[in-house]
């Protein structure tokens, strides 16, 4: 295990749904991020969270909405999504700042399907 | 415009030989970069990162090398086993030190028979 939990592992919505994605880590890290990846395509950046506020959006549309409550979750609302949404969304967390490496350490993802 | 390419063909080797996988990239001066293993329905796991003053980083089966002249990373499993088999990611930080950033490439997949 990487130390970074995401639920639901699995999540089938309608068009007209809310849900949330959920990650947590237990690594003490101070930066935490959502990726998306789709088949075939690299992971494409969504959030990024230092020290709890964030400091990157990837020009990600508004039906995505990011929350970090503290260093250790992450959540990913979610309303009226599109079919081409589907995907596996990833959350990461890692200790950045100056002379640290950034390694990644990436939860299990949640397999999203939009109907 | 800013781009890292992997080879996009699936690599098919058989166990006991040495893989190698390539990792291009334009218009970038990362300060490192990282290699990272995924396999089917699970996230990437980090493996291994090179700085751009070091030429070569080793750690057990695995060897990167780093050209910055070239723009290249080549990531080499010697001895290569059926449980090698993933996708292999490499990733840079086009800023140093901006939040943490990393800009990933779309993935080599490696198969190893026995």
């Known amino acids: 295990e990487t130390g970074v939990t995401q639920t639901p592992r699995h999540l089938v919505m309608g068009m007209t749904n809310k849900k949330s994605l959920k990650c947590e880590q237990h690594?003490?890290?101070?930066?935490m991020y959502w990726y998306k990846q789709s088949a075939k395509k690299p992971l494409e950046l969504m959030f990024v969270?230092?020290?709890?506020?964030?400091?990157e959006n990837n020009s990600v549309p508004s039906r995505f909405s990011p929350e970090c409550p503290n260093s250790s979750h992450l959540f990913l609302h979610l309303h009226t999504l599109q079919p081409e949404d589907s995907a596996l969304y990833l959350c990461?967390?890692?200790?950045?700042?100056?002379?640290?490496?950034?390694?990644?350490?990436f939860g299990p993802g949640t397999r999203l399907t939009v109907l | 415009s800013q781009k890292i390419e992997q080879n996009s063909e699936a690599l098919n080797i058989q166990e006991g030989k040495t893989a190698t996988l390539t990792c291009n990239y334009t218009?970038?001066?990362?300060?490192?970069l990282q290699w990272y293993r995924q396999d089917p329905g699970r996230g990437p796991v980090f493996l291994l990162l090179?700085?751009?003053?070091?030429k070569e980083k080793r750690k057990e089966r695995l060897k990167v090398t780093f050209d910055t002249t070239l723009k290249q990373s080549l990531f080499h499993i010697t001895a290569s086993q059926p449980a090698d088999s993933a996708t292999y990611l490499c990733?840079?930080?086009?800023?140093?030190?901006?939040?943490?950033?990393?800009?990933f490439g779309q993935g080599t997949e490696l198969s190893v028979k026995p």
């Open positions: 990461a967390s890692s200790q950045a700042g100056t002379g640290l490496d950034n390694e990644q350490f």
């Open positions: 690594l003490g890290h101070n930066a």
């Open positions: 969270y230092s020290l709890e506020e964030r400091v």
């Open positions: 218009n970038y001066s990362p300060a490192y």
């Open positions: 090179i700085r751009e003053n070091e």
């Open positions: 990733a840079l930080e086009p800023v140093y030190n901006q939040g943490g950033k990393l800009i």
